[in-house]
T-cell receptor, first 113, second 114 residues
Framework: DSGVTQTPKHLITATGQRVTLRCSPR?????VYWYQQSLDQGLQFLIQ???????AKGNILERFSAQQFPDLHSELNLSSLELGDSALYFC????????????FGEGSRLTVL | AQSVTQPDIHITVSEGASLELRCNYS??????LFWYVQSPGQGLQLLLK??????LVQGIKGFEAEFKRSQSSFNLRKPSVHWSDAAEYVC????????????FGTGTRLKVLA
């Protein structure tokens, strides 16, 4: 158990819809990272938050947004969904300390029909 | 540009056979190096990591990896594979200039034959 909690584990929705994925980081971790893993593709970095502030942005579409709340949980909002948005979305926390190790949640599998 | 290459998308080995999964990186300095394992329906679990010192590192589940600076490689090995090792293995490089930046390989899917 990594200590990172993601909900929901599975989500099926239709094109054009909007969904929200939730992540609770490990206790004590201030950073939250969001990654997208599509079929046969590696983990693509979307965005990082640190203590409520956006720290780094990767290949995140404009239809996607995220935020980190005062209690440090984070939400990833995906809107105007397209078939190609079907993927596993991972949240991770950590990324600090001597080696910057990341701890991953179990992921949220999004299927867009 | 910084990158991580895992040349083998799929590998199939027989149970009890040895295993080597390849990982090559492109980065101007010595990065931190990680191997993660991803089982179906699970998140990524850290197998082992290298950040300094002995270039042969031991990890969990009997895995080891060797950092070879001259080859920009960090290959993962296991002397005898078990059926439960079937999973996706992902190599990651963490750049060490400024804030940590993770770069992940595309993964190698391991199949184990009984």
């Amino acid at each position: 158990d990594s200590g990172v909690t993601q909900t929901p584990k599975h989500l099926i929705t239709a094109t054009g819809q909007r969904v929200t994925l939730r992540c609770s980081p490990r206790s004590g971790d201030l950073s939250v990272y969001w990654y997208q893993q599509s079929l046969d593709q590696g983990l693509q970095f979307l965005i990082q938050y640190y203590n409520g502030e956006e720290r780094a942005k990767g290949n995140i579409l404009e239809r996607f947004s995220a935020q980190q709340f005062p209690d440090l949980h984070s939400e990833l909002n995906l809107s105007s969904l397209e078939l190609g948005d079907s993927a596993l979305y991972f949240c991770a926390s950590g990324g600090t300390g001597d080696t910057g190790e990341l701890f991953f949640g179990e992921g949220s599998r999004l299927t867009v029909l | 540009a910084q990158s991580v290459t895992q040349p083998d998308i799929h590998i199939t080995v027989s149970e009890g056979a040895s295993l080597e999964l390849r990982c090559n990186y492109s980065y101007g300095a010595t990065p931190y190096l990680f191997w993660y394992v991803q089982s179906p329906g699970q998140g990524l679990q850290l197998l082992l990591k290298y950040f300094s010192g002995d270039t042969l590192v031991q990890g969990i589940k009997g895995f080891e990896a060797e950092f070879k600076r001259s080859q920009s490689s960090f290959n993962l090995r296991k002397p005898s594979v078990h059926w439960s090792d079937a999973a996706e293995y992902v190599c990651a490089v963490v750049t060490t200039s400024g804030t940590y930046k993770y770069i992940f390989g595309t993964g190698t899917r391991l199949k184990v034959l009984a």
